[in-house]
C-alpha cells in the first residue's frame, strides 16, 4: 500500500519534459518533490504564475508571492505573473498539460467529486470546476477508500458532481487505473497489494487484463 | 487628471448601502486593505461584495462580515472564517459560489464590454442549474453574464497621476479585471508616482479603467499561510 | 464655411476635461491641435495605446511607435501599451469618452457609412465598425456635400452601413448638428452661412428652432 | 524547455500547403519578418492567412502575395496594395473583411478557451449577415466564433530561452493575442535572453503559449507613413 508520498512519487512518472503541470492541493502538492531527473516541468499556480519554486527560506518570504493554496512559495527562472483571467484561460485552452487533483469520489466513467459534502459548510469550488472541465489530462492522486473503508472508486459518484467524465487517470494506495469506457482498468499495483484485494475494495467497474504487475520504485 | 483622492475615506465616500462592489485579492494577497477600513469605518450596510475569497475573521472582507455590512457574497471559495458560516447558516448572508475561472471570466467580460461568455466550468454540475447550456464543437458550455457592479476596489503595487496600475506577482490575481469592470473603479497603491514615471510598456491596468487614486497606508500585507523551507534543504 | 481646421476646431471645444478621446484618421487628427486650455485630454490610438502625443522630431522617430493611421508618434507622459483586444474591450465597454469620425454619409437617425463604396476597390473596415456600434458619444466630422454639391446629410444612407444610429452630432462645413429623434437639429452655423443654404444643402430631416448662432472663434 | 530553434526557416520548417496561420502585426510594425521571408523561401501555397493588414507590395505579407502563396487573407483592412487589389478582383484571391475589434477578440477567445464570443461590432451591416444576433440589456449583438489556426507567427522584443515574451510600444498590438491563439506558436524576437532575465512581472505573452522561438536577424522595421514635425514647431 502506497502513503501519500508514495502516490505523489508514482504520478511523478507521469511528468514528461517540458510538461506544464498544475497541482492541486494536498497529495498532488507533493508531486513537485519528485519531478524525476533530467525532465523540466513548469508549475502553474492557477493564483497567476507559471514558474513555481520551493516554499521560501525564512528570510525570502514575500506577502504578494503566494500559490493558489494561500502558501507562501518562490518563483524558479523563466517565470512568468499574469491575473487570473489569462491563468484559467490557459487552462481552458487546453495549454496545461497535466492537472493533478484530489478527490472524495471518481466514478469510472471519469466523473469526479472533490468540492462539497451535503450538511456540512460549503467552503466553494474554488478553480475546480474549471480544472476538471478544461484541462485535457487530469490524474487524480486519492486513497483507495474512505475512513470506514468504503471505495470511493465508485460505479457513479454520491456526492454533488464537480465535472463529468474528465478524469483520466487514478493513482490511489492501492494502485494506479486508466479511466476507459468500460471502467477502471488496473495498470499497476501498489506493492504487496493483490489484484483480488482491489477488486475487493473497488466499487466501480474494474478492468483486470491479465498480470498486473506491480509497481517498482528505484 | 482628477483622479488623485486623499485617502480611502475620501475615496469611498460615495459608496451607498446596498451597493455592489468588487474587491480585488485572492485569500489575503492584494487586498485594498485600506478602502475595506474606510468602508468598515463608514458602517455602509446591505452590500453585494464580488471577491473570490471572503477574508479571514479578523483581517480583509472579514472585518466587514464582523460588522454584517454585507448582505450577499459572490465567491469561489470563502476559507476559514467562522463569522462567515455563522451568518451564512442563520440566513443572514447569502452567498454564491462561482467557479473561479468564470469569476475571473465575467470581470473581464465587463472591462471588455462582452455581455456573456461561455465556459466549461460547471457544467453537468449544480453551477449549471438553470443556466442555458450550449455546445460549440462537441463540448457543453454555460452561458455565464458579465459583472454589473457599481464599485471597484483594487489594490496596486505602484500606480501613476492618470491612473496607470502595476501589480506586484501574485497580487495582480483579480486586481486587473476588477478594474476594468467597476463603473467608478478605485484603486489603493503601495506607491503613487508622478504621470510618465511609469514605463508604458509595463502598465497592467491602463489610467482609463481608474477613476480614483491614492497612497495607502500601512499596509499589513497578512500571510494566511506561512510556509517556508529549512535553510539545510538548499540545493 | 468652414475649412477642415474650423470643423477641427470647432470640434475641439466639446472636449472637456479628463475626455479620454479617439480621434479617426483625417480632419479627426487635426482635433490635437487645437485642444483648449487648461483642458487635459488623454489620446487614445486603437492600435493599443493611451496618451498619444504629436509627430515624432526627425531624429526622435521609432517603428515601434505608430497609432491607427500607421503614421509614426510620440507619447505623453502617462501613456500606456496594450494589446489590440484590450484596446477595442475598453472601446466597447464604454471607456472611451468621446470618438471622432470622419464619414461619407450620415443619416437623420444617426447611420453612418464610411468604410465601402460600391464598385470601388474595398479596402476595409479596419476599428471603424468597433467604434460606431460601442462608444458612447460619437462626433462626425465631414465636408457636408460631396463633389458634386450633394448633401452627405440624408434621410437614409444609400452606402453600405458602418453602424446604426450611432452619431450624436455632425460638425460640417456649414455648422453643427445635434441628432435628435426628428433629425438633424442645426445648433450653430459656419461663419457667414444661413439657414436657408444649410436647408437647401440638407437632404435629411433638419430641424431649425428660431435663431440659429454663428459659431464664434475667439 | 527545448522551444529554441535555429532559425526562421527551421522555425516554420512543417508548415504545409494549405495551413491557416496567424501573423502578428499592425500595418508593418510588429510583423514577424523573418518568419515571412522563410515562407516565401519554402514557397509554401495556398494559406489562409489571419493578419489585420496584408503588407504592401514589396514588404511583409505582400511578399507572400507575389508568389502568390495565399489562397485567402482574414483582415480587417487592407490598405495600399496593387498586388492583393489584382488577385482579389481576378478571384485569384478570397478576402474576409471583419472589424478590428472582432479580429483582435476572435484570437483572444482561442488563447482563452473561450469558443465564441458576442460583439456590438457590425450589428445592422453586411458583416452581420447570416451571423446569430442576440440581444442584451436592450443592444443587439453578433456571435463571433474563436479563430482556429495552425500555426500563430509573431514577433516580440524580447524572448527567453521559456518562451516568455515582452513587446515593445505599439508593435504589441495583435501579437500577444496570436501568441495565445496558435496550435503551435512561432516567436521570433529582437533579443533572446537566458531563461530568469526578464522579469516575470513585465511578461506580456507567457511562455507556456510559444512553442518555437529563435533571435531574428537583420530586421528592417520598415516604416509605412513616416510623420514628423520640424525643430521650430517645439514648445
Known amino acids: 500500500m502506497l502513503d501519500k508520498f508514495g502516490i505523489a512519487k508514482r504520478i511523478a512518472r507521469e511528468l514528461q519534459d517540458g510538461y506544464y503541470v498544475n497541482l492541486g492541493i494536498g497529495i498532488p502538492t507533493l508531486v ?3 519531478i524525476p531527473e533530467g525532465i523540466e516541468v513548469v508549475l502553474q499556480s492557477e493564483n497567476g504564475l507559471l514558474g513555481m519554486g520551493p516554499f521560501p527560506f525564512a528570510d525570502e518570504v514575500d506577502a504578494d508571492l503566494i500559490n493558489a493554496g494561500k502558501q507562501t512559495i518562490t518563483t524558479v527562472k523563466g517565470s512568468a505573473f499574469f491575473d487570473s483571467a489569462m491563468s484559467f484561460g490557459m487552462i481552458r485552452a487546453g495549454k496545461v498539460d497535466l492537472t493533478v487533483l484530489g478527490a472524495m469520489e471518481v466514478a469510472d466513467n471519469g466523473d469526479i467529486a472533490n468540492w462539497k459534502v451535503p450538511g456540512k459548510m460549503v467552503k466553494g469550488m474554488g478553480g475546480a470546476m474549471d480544472l476538471v472541465a478544461a484541462a485535457k489530462n487530469i ?24 465535472g463529468l467524465g474528465c478524469v483520466k487517470k487514478v493513482v490511489s494506495d492501492l494502485g494506479v487505473f486508466n479511466i476507459t469506457e468500460h471502467g477502471f482498468h488496473l495498470i499497476e499495483r501498489a506493492p504487496g497489494i493483490s489484484t483480488d484485494f482491489i477488486t475487493e475494495k473497488t466499487a466501480g467497474r474494474l478492468i483486470i487484463n491479465g ?7 528505484d | 487628471m482628477r483622479k488623485i483622492v486623499k485617502n480611502a475615506a475620501e475615496a469611498v465616500n460615495d459608496i451607498q ?3 455592489t462592489i468588487m474587491l480585488g485579492g485572492f485569500g489575503l494577497c492584494g487586498i485594498p486593505e485600506n478602502c475595506i477600513t474606510a468602508l468598515v469605518k463608514k458602517g455602509v450596510k446591505n452590500l453585494t461584495c464580488i471577491s473570490n475569497n471572503a477574508g479571514v475573521d479578523d483581517f480583509g472582507i472579514g472585518l466587514m462580515l464582523q460588522q454584517k455590512q454585507i448582505r450577499k457574497m459572490i465567491s469561489s471559495y470563502v476559507g476559514e472564517n467562522a463569522e462567515f458560516e455563522r451568518q451564512l447558516l442563520s440566513g443572514e448572508l447569502e452567498v454564491d459560489l ?3 475561472g468564470t469569476l475571473a471570466t465575467r470581470c473581464m467580460a465587463a472591462g471588455y464590454g462582452m455581455p456573456a461568455v461561455f465556459t466549461l466550468a460547471g457544467f453537468g454540475t449544480e453551477v449549471a442549474e438553470g443556466k442555458e447550456i450550449r455546445e460549440f464543437n462537441g463540448k457543453k458550455y454555460l452561458l455565464e453574464y458579465a459583472f454589473d457592479s457599481d464599485f471597484a476596489i483594487v489594490k496596486a503595487w505602484k ?6 496600475l502595476i501589480f506586484k506577482a501574485t497580487a495582480r490575481n483579480f486586481n486587473p479585471l476588477m478594474a476594468m469592470a467597476g463603473k467608478i473603479t478605485i484603486a489603493e497603491v503601495e506607491e503613487l508616482v508622478p504621470a510618465g514615471e511609469l514605463n508604458p510598456n509595463e502598465i497592467h491596468t491602463p489610467g482609463i479603467y481608474v477613476h480614483r487614486i491614492f497612497q495607502g497606508v500601512n499596509y499589513e500585507k497578512r500571510i494566511e499561510q506561512l510556509t517556508t523551507r529549512k535553510q539545510e534543504h538548499a540545493r
Chains 1, 3 share one sequence.
Do not use: R, W
Not at chain 1, 470511493?152 to 458532481?161: A, G, N, Q, S
Not at chain 1, 498480470?211 to 520504485?217: A, S
Open chain 2, 17 to 19: 448601502d446596498g451597493a
Open chain 2, 98 to 100: 462561482i467557479p473561479q
Open chain 1, 32 to 34: 513537485a518533490n519528485y
Open chain 2, 159 to 164: 500606480g501613476d497621476t492618470h491612473g496607470n
Open chain 1, 211 to 217: 498480470e498486473v504487475p506491480e509497481m517498482i520504485f
Open chain 1, 139 to 162: 490524474i487524480v492522486a486519492m486513497q483507495h477508500c474512505d475512513k470506514a473503508g468504503n471505495s470511493k472508486l465508485l460505479p457513479k459518484c454520491t456526492l454533488p458532481i464537480t
